[in-house]
């Protein structure tokens, strides 16, 4: 199976897997149950993805590491280093631009783009802060393929309108709203606002529950 045939919902549970790979890479094999296990998700499903991988692994053996890593590297894609630009050099993108994890999974931060005269001419991470108004020059020099929006909601769109029209094909945006995007462009919003209510709602429903388990029966 391609990599375009793989389900949208295995895509997203994918990296988790190479996750995990990495913090047993030198035991060399490991089973669909030990994986599982780190990458939270039960052995049914893992096996499940990673059929859709043609990977098996072994009855009674488990994975082999390094060539599972592989095969998901491959159908994500993190075998080719991409370029990033991050829009927005505010406490949320002078985080990101310092953030080491991006090289280590195949993404270069190459630009940094900001609004702000009082940070343009700046420098982060060894990068010296663009005008917004450079943008296009930025991505047609870079090659940025990946475009970062660190910016608040108000703005998110323009800016989104603006990497879009300069070439980016992949955006991953913090700010809490939806954006518009032609086809061919693909969305990742990080909405940390919003996780943070799921997690109230579960912390209330696991309080609630707690009450009536603390309730007599003959008081219900």
Not at 20 to 27: G, H, K, P, S, Y
Not at 31 to 37: I, K, N, P
Not at 116 to 142: F, H, K, N, S, Y
């Amino acid at each position: 199976m391609s990599a375009a045939q793989v389900p949208d919902a295995t895509v997203a549970r994918l990296p988790r897997y190479l996750h995990a790979l990495e913090a047993v890479r030198d035991a060399g094999v490991v089973t669909s149950q030990e994986l599982a296990r780190a990458a939270g998700v039960s052995p049914e499903q893992l096996r499940k993805d990673l059929s859709f991988l043609g990977s098996y692994g072994r009855r009674g053996v488990g994975y082999d590491v390094a060539h599972l890593e592989q095969q998901i590297g491959v159908v994500l894609g993190v075998a080719t280093r991409r370029t990033v630009v991050i829009v927005g050099i505010g406490y949320l993108g002078h985080a990101l631009a310092s953030y080491g994890g991006f090289a280590e999974r195949g993404f270069d931060v190459a630009a940094l783009v900001d609004v702000d005269p009082q940070v343009v001419g700046t420098r982060v991470a060894g990068l010296v802060v663009e005008p917004i108004e450079d943008l296009p020059q930025v991505v047609a020099r870079t090659g940025a393929s990946v475009g970062v929006i660190a910016v608040p909601a108000q703005h998110a769109q323009s800016v989104c309108d603006a990497l879009v029209a300069a070439g980016v094909t992949g955006l991953l945006t913090f700010a809490p709203r939806a954006l518009r995007v032609p086809d061919g462009v693909t969305v990742r919003a990080v909405d940390v606002a919003s996780e943070l209510q799921i997690l109230a709602f579960h912390d209330a429903r696991r309080h609630a529950d707690l009450e009536r388990a603390a309730v007599p029966p003959r008081a219900r």
